[in-house]
């Protein structure tokens, strides 16, 4: 399929500093793609490129099949939103809203219709005569993505839309954000460095690292089959094991590979019974011994610290009340399976 949105070859240097290193990426239309990265990765200035509100060293940026490189930013038809908003504070979230399409000519009339559609999509049309300053901040984050919408870009950029706001807000606005982008078809690109964000929110994700991609496809490609280092310790908290580490544990590897990832909720917890060692050898599974260091609650989770063949491990079980609570320096065995254990390639490979 042809892209929408296709970025060759992009770089952008400020100074002696290369941000973005060749970076390629082709978008489907009605796509919503996550960059995900740590901060000074490249992934908002990535978004300014595209926007056009920096200027590129060098690369080709194609929005349906049109060459958009020197085009300024008001003929790119593409929207963007802010970390911060950005609303007008002397306009009502009827006139942010409208604000572009008064730019461009529209009638009042039309803004007002527009404006009026777009105040139901959010389930703000009770705030229509309302000042910014008397908005929370997620009430102003759904006026800022309406006015973005109001003008009907091609694409939508999203730069770290609700880094600002509380935990429980966030999740309901990227719902909210994922269902009006389904909704409208809107080609999208969302800059986050939350990695359940962007899980959660995305048909797809590209990772990156200083400035270019080290990985991408869907969530489940992105957690479930980590081809780096990187990538393995960014996505989750997988066990990054070295070659030396590995043979340990598991007695044999399969893979001439020099290091290895195994992810928390793939180490079992068994308990010291006899019978309950030797079922889990019997379904194949390698069984060592170790010591809680220590525990931590993650909701439905806990995540324990357990040293086993001198070796650090992360272990997730289920917080179900029905498994026994472990405390510090209590002596467990943990279950290995073989097939869960990931080869790794070198940096850059």
Not at 6 to 22: E, P
Not at 76 to 87: C, D, K, N
Not at 196 to 212: F, P
Not at 323 to 330: F, V
Request: with cysteine; net charge negative.
């Amino acid at each position: 399929m042809k892209p929408y949105l296709k970025l060759a070859g992009i770089r952008k240097q400020f100074g002696d500093m290369t941000v973005l290193n060749q970076v390629n990426l082709d978008i489907r239309e009605g796509e919503l793609v996550t960059l995900l990265g740590p901060s000074g990765c490249g992934k908002s200035t990535l978004l300014r490129c595209i926007a056009g509100l920096t200027e590129l060293s060098d690369g080709q940026i194609w929005l349906d099949d049109k060459d958009i490189v020197n085009l300024p930013p008001c003929s790119r038809e593409i929207g963007m939103v802010f970390q911060s908003y950005a609303l007008f504070p002397n306009m009502t979230v009827s006139e942010n809203i409208g604000y572009g399409m008064k730019m461009r000519g529209a009638s009042k009339d039309a803004r007002r219709q527009r404006a009026e559609e777009l105040l139901e999509l959010i389930d703000m049309t009770d705030k229509r005569d309302a000042y910014p300053q008397h908005l929370s901040g997620g009430q102003q984050q759904r006026v800022a993505l309406a006015r973005s919408l109001a003008v009907q870009p091609k694409v939508l950029l999203l730069d770290e839309p609700l880094s600002a706001l509380d935990a429980k807000i966030r999740k309901n606005l990227r719902t909210e954000i994922r269902e009006i982008q389904k909704k409208f078809n809107i080609t999208t690109i969302f800059v986050t460095h939350d990695q359940e964000e962007a899980l959660t929110l995305s048909d797809r994700v590209c990772l990156m690292n200083k400035g270019s991609i080290v990985q991408q496809g869907t969530p489940e490609e992105l957690y479930s089959t980590p081809k780096t280092e990187f990538v393995a310790r960014f996505m989750g908290s997988y066990n990054v094991l070295s070659r030396a580490e590995a043979l340990r544990l598991f007695g044999t590897v399969e893979s001439e590979a020099e290091s290895f990832a195994i992810r928390p909720e793939s180490l079992v917890l068994a308990s010291k019974d006899r019978g309950d060692v030797d079922e889990q050898a019997d379904a194949g599974k390698q069984v060592v011994e170790g010591t809680v260091h220590s525990a931590s609650i993650l909701g439905n989770v806990i995540r324990y610290a357990i040293d086993a063949a001198g070796i650090r491990l992360t272990v997730d079980a289920l917080n179900d009340g029905r498994s026994p609570r472990l405390g510090d320096n209590s002596p467990v065995n943990l279950a290995l399976d073989h097939s869960q254990l990931l080869q790794l390639e070198k940096e850059g490979a």
